[in-house]
């Protein structure tokens, strides 16, 4: 078994291994064994009944949700050479009759339904006369009466299974102990299924927290960085999603707005658009998620704090389902903590509920304001230990501490000395001496704390008073328009009994944000773009998600490794038999042609010079060596920049080479010899 599923994953799928877990349950499902994966968004479920589907007798029936979603993942399957079709309401008459024929003759591998179709009388015939021989349910939660996603035809599938009798597995990223009870209990009536629980870990999004201080300018800088990449702007209010998906338009994005409050078809234009274009932004409330199935968002973006740390999870889980690089930034500031508070406490739901709702905001919190590795920190609230990721930004620049016992002592002091009756804003004018006319007549110049705090700033008092509220030293009182209360939590610190460390951030510090990353080296870049070109053209010709042609990660191996044969190109991860035969020609000529394409702006500049043409000699070694003399090395190139820099410069030596710069040990030793060999010919 284990050989043709290893086959099978490259062939068919083109992928060079199994992620995490997905050996296990597909191994258990291709043995008909009754199963529950639990594994998180993008951990690659569907591949987990699919490749079992290829190795059994007999139609596979797939049970999922979205009957949108349901047509990309049939259209998929179609391009990878599998035979699969969909029964849904959404289809043509001549859709539905060519499933059925299908069916008839038996060459179905993989059958789609939508649960409603259950609840028709003729369903469990179909499935008989097919030979139907095993049953997959995706989104398996939906079962769950008392979760968000509930779907009533799911709780017809149990009753399926018995009638027809075959195997079950179940798929979901939802792994809270309660709803995989009730999993267990409506799905497989009862009887213990085997469970594949995978962690929560998503390492290949990049976990980025700022604090907020111009939000608009803040989610337009970080934008323009990825100009080109499928993301979501989650925003806190409706009006701001129109607000900023308007202003993402005015600085040339293609970007929409989404929200509860649009008509249904307004929503399922936007969803649409979202999954066939690979360059939408969309600006949502979190009205915008169940709908989205989308391997290829390269970034999510709070421009609102979410509600609590479990919200926050999902929603950047969202990016990067292919596993390709994937990037979140999450906005911050005292307003959104006030906000949310305010929600939880002007809430209907019973007191309990509120403390535990609470305590879900402090977590949240408490990773807005980590001062180690954010991972770590969000995967040990959810029970799991790792080490430090360094693909977070604490993990790129580690915080500085300083003991801030003083200054939250003074601050404290100050809150209790006012009656807890104010806000930041007065607290820090009369902790730093700021004599307004709201100070002097109210006769807070008159405290002891009156300018107690003069050797901070106000923006380093600002800083205190958001970690502060992020740590639940101090909550907004929402019966007394966010004047600041002290909490129990801040006592020992009050008493001089414990002592407290903050970041040293100031606003100003934490609006300098690491480099985007790009997805592919500077060189890269322009054979990464007309990849993506044809891949659009292609998908816009037969009407299908750019994804469904290839994943990003696919485009992306393609640009770094060039293969220049269909050999090498069968080798690209994503690259099976089916799509080799229809897309690698077209994309092999992309490759081949696109090599000398316009030249780089860092060239251009060498134009009609000596220089010009030294460049592009020296482009020529550097290809020749970039996986070193022998071909087997580690990908190195140098960038336009530095090539630019070399042909000007004409260094003579290897020091001298290795202040130039894009240049690094690593590139002197692989490169060195032979430039400098070029450069001093006579
Ligand atoms: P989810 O678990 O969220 O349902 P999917 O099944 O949609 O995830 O898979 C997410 C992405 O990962 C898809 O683009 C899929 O093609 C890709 N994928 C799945 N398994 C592998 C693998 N073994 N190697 C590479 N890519 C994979
Ligand atoms: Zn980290």
Same mark, same amino acid.
């Given at each position: 078994?284990?050989?043709?599923?290893?086959?099978?994953?490259?062939?068919?799928?083109?992928?060079?291994?199994?992620?995490?877990?997905?050996?296990? !349950?597909?191994?258990?499902?291709?043995?008909?064994?009754? +199963?529950?994966?639990?594994?998180?968004?993008?951990?690659?479920?569907?591949?987990?009944?699919?490749?079992? #589907?290829?190795?059994?007798?007999?139609?596979?029936?797939?049970?999922?949700?979205?009957?949108?979603?349901?047509?990309?993942?049939?259209?998929?399957?179609?391009?990878?050479?599998?035979?699969?079709?969909?029964? +849904?309401?959404?289809?043509?008459?001549?859709?539905?009759?060519?499933?059925?024929? *299908?069916?008839?003759?038996?060459?179905?591998?993989?059958?789609?339904?939508?649960?409603?179709?259950?609840?028709?009388?003729?369903?469990?015939?179909?499935?008989?006369?097919?030979?139907?021989?095993? !049953?997959?349910?995706?989104?398996?939660?939906?079962?769950?009466?008392?979760?968000?996603?509930?779907?009533?035809?799911?709780?017809? $599938?149990?009753?399926?299974?018995?009638?027809?009798?075959?195997?079950?597995?179940?798929?979901?990223?939802?792994?809270?102990?309660?709803?995989?009870?009730?999993?267990? &209990?409506?799905?497989?009536?009862?009887?213990?299924?085997?469970?594949?629980?995978?962690?929560?870990?998503?390492?290949? $999004?990049?976990?980025?927290?700022?604090?907020?201080?111009?939000?608009?300018?803040?989610?337009?800088?970080?934008?323009?960085?990825?100009?080109?990449?499928?993301?979501?702007?989650?925003?806190?209010?409706?009006?701001?999603?129109?607000?900023?998906? =308007?202003?993402?338009?005015?600085?040339?994005?293609?970007?929409?707005?989404?929200?509860?409050?649009?008509?249904?078809? &307004?929503?399922?234009?936007? /969803?649409?658009?979202?999954?066939?274009?690979?360059?939408?932004?969309?600006? %949502?409330?979190?009205?915008?998620?169940?709908?989205?199935?989308?391997?290829?968002?390269?970034?999510? %973006?709070?421009?609102?704090?979410?509600?609590?740390?479990?919200?926050?999870?999902?929603?950047?889980?969202?990016?990067?389902?292919?596993?390709?690089?994937?990037?979140?930034?999450?906005?911050?500031?005292?307003?959104?903590?006030? @906000?949310?508070?305010?929600?939880?406490?002007?809430?209907?739901?019973?007191?309990?509920?509120?403390?535990?709702?609470?305590?879900?905001?402090?977590?949240?919190?408490?990773?807005?304001? %980590?001062? =180690?590795?954010?991972?770590?920190?969000?995967?040990?609230?959810?029970?799991?230990?790792?080490?430090?990721?360094?693909?977070?930004?604490?993990?790129?620049?580690?915080?500085?501490?300083?003991?801030?016992?003083?200054?939250?002592?003074?601050? @404290?002091? #100050?809150?209790?000395?006012?009656?807890?009756?104010?806000?930041?804003?007065?607290?820090?004018?009369?902790?730093?001496?700021?004599?307004?006319?709201?100070?002097?007549?109210?006769?807070?110049?008159?405290?002891?704390?009156?300018?107690?705090?003069?050797?901070?700033?106000?923006?380093?008092?600002? &800083?205190?008073?958001?970690?502060?509220?992020?740590?639940?030293?101090?909550?907004?009182?929402?019966?007394?328009?966010?004047?600041?209360?002290?909490?129990?939590?801040?006592?020992?610190?009050?008493?001089?009994?414990?002592?407290?460390?903050?970041?040293?951030?100031?606003?100003?510090?934490?609006?300098?944000?690491?480099?985007?990353?790009?997805?592919?080296?500077?060189?890269?870049?322009?054979?990464?773009?007309?990849?993506?070109?044809?891949?659009? /053209?292609?998908?816009?010709?037969?009407?299908?998600?750019?994804?469904?042609?290839? &994943?990003?990660?696919?485009?992306? /191996?393609?640009?770094?490794?060039?293969?220049?044969?269909?050999? #090498?190109?069968?080798?690209?991860?994503?690259?099976?038999?089916?799509?080799?035969?229809?897309?690698?020609?077209?994309?092999?000529?992309? !490759?081949?042609?696109?090599?000398?394409? +316009?030249?780089?702006?860092?060239?251009?500049?060498? *134009?009609?010079?000596?220089?010009?043409?030294?460049?592009?000699?020296?482009?020529? $070694? %550097?290809?020749?060596?970039?996986?070193?003399?022998?071909?087997?090395?580690?990908?190195?190139?140098?960038?336009?920049?530095?090539?630019?820099? $070399?042909?000007? *410069?004409?260094?003579?030596?290897?020091?001298?080479?290795?202040?130039?710069?894009?240049?690094?040990?690593?590139?002197?030793?692989?490169?060195?010899?032979? @430039?400098?060999?070029?450069?001093?010919?006579?």
């Amino acid at each position: 078994m284990k050989d043709t599923s290893d086959a099978l994953l490259s062939r068919v799928f083109g992928f060079t291994a199994f992620r995490p877990g997905q050996r296990e !349950i597909v191994e258990a499902v291709s043995e008909g064994q009754d +199963t529950l994966a639990i594994m998180p968004t993008g951990g690659g479920k569907s591949l987990c009944y699919q490749l079992p #589907a290829l190795n059994r007798q007999g139609v596979t029936l797939v049970i999922s949700p979205l009957i949108a979603l349901m047509r990309d993942q049939v259209r998929a399957l179609q391009e990878l050479g599998i035979a699969a079709g969909a029964l +849904t309401s959404g289809n043509t008459e001549g859709e539905t009759a060519a499933v059925h024929e *299908a069916l008839a003759r038996r060459e179905l591998k993989l059958l789609y339904m939508a649960p409603e179709r259950l609840a028709s009388g003729g369903t469990v015939d179909l499935l008989r006369r097919a030979g139907c021989s095993l !049953i997959a349910v995706d989104e398996a939660h939906c079962v769950s009466q008392w979760g968000h996603d509930f779907r009533p035809d799911y709780l017809r $599938i149990g009753e399926l299974r018995r009638t027809l009798d075959l195997p079950l597995a179940a798929f979901t990223a939802t792994a809270d102990a309660e709803t995989r009870a009730e999993i267990i &209990a409506r799905l497989f009536g009862g009887q213990a299924p085997q469970v594949f629980l995978r962690g929560f870990d998503r390492p290949n $999004i990049r976990l980025n927290f700022q604090v907020k201080n111009r939000p608009r300018e803040q989610i337009l800088t970080y934008a323009a960085a990825r100009k080109g990449q499928s993301g979501i702007v989650y925003c806190g209010t409706r009006a701001r999603t129109e607000a900023l998906a =308007q202003a993402l338009v005015t600085a040339g994005h293609n970007a929409r707005a989404y929200h509860g409050g649009m008509e249904a078809d &307004a929503r399922r234009v936007v /969803e649409t658009l979202f999954q066939r274009e690979d360059d939408l932004i969309v600006v %949502a409330t979190v009205a915008f998620g169940m709908g989205v199935d989308k391997p290829d968002i390269r970034w999510v %973006a709070h421009a609102d704090l979410p509600k609590s740390i479990e919200a926050y999870y999902q929603e950047i889980g969202r990016a990067g389902r292919d596993g390709a690089p994937a990037d979140t930034l999450t906005l911050f500031g005292p307003d959104d903590i006030r @906000l949310r508070r305010a929600q939880i406490d002007e809430g209907l739901a019973p007191l309990e509920r509120k403390q535990a709702d609470h305590g879900r905001l402090n977590a949240l919190l408490g990773l807005a304001e %980590a001062t =180690q590795c954010r991972r770590q920190m969000l995967l040990s609230y959810f029970g799991e230990e790792s080490a430090a990721c360094g693909n977070c930004d604490i993990c790129a620049n580690p915080v500085r501490l300083f003991n801030a016992t003083t200054p939250v002592r003074k601050a @404290l002091s #100050a809150v209790l000395r006012t009656g807890e009756s104010f806000g930041a804003g007065h607290l820090i004018d009369i902790l730093t001496g700021n004599a307004t006319p709201k100070v002097r007549e109210r006769r807070h110049d008159a405290l002891p704390t009156f300018a107690v705090g003069k050797d901070l700033s106000r923006a380093r008092w600002q &800083a205190v008073f958001r970690q502060m509220m992020g740590r639940d030293l101090v909550r907004p009182d929402p019966e007394r328009h966010g004047a600041l209360r002290m909490t129990e939590a801040a006592r020992p610190i009050l008493r001089g009994e414990a002592e407290i460390h903050l970041r040293e951030d100031s606003v100003t510090q934490a609006r300098e944000r690491p480099e985007p990353r790009a997805l592919v080296s500077e060189e890269d870049a322009p054979l990464l773009s007309a990849l993506k070109a044809k891949r659009r /053209e292609l998908a816009e010709a037969a009407g299908v998600p750019a994804y469904v042609i290839f &994943a990003d990660r696919t485009l992306i /191996e393609m640009a770094e490794k060039r293969p220049m044969d269909l050999d #090498a190109m069968a080798r690209i991860s994503g690259v099976g038999a089916a799509k080799l035969e229809r897309y690698g020609p077209v994309f092999l000529a992309v !490759i081949t042609g696109a090599m000398p394409s +316009t030249p780089h702006p860092e060239r251009r500049k060498l *134009a009609g010079r000596e220089a010009g043409a030294l460049y592009d000699e020296l482009q020529q $070694i %550097a290809r020749e060596l970039e996986r070193g003399a022998d071909g087997t090395e580690k990908l190195l190139t140098l960038s336009p920049a530095c090539l630019r820099a $070399i042909a000007e *410069a004409r260094p003579s030596t290897p020091e001298a080479l290795a202040r130039l710069r894009g240049m690094d040990a690593a590139r002197v030793e692989r490169f060195g010899e032979a @430039l400098l060999q070029r450069l001093h010919m006579v």
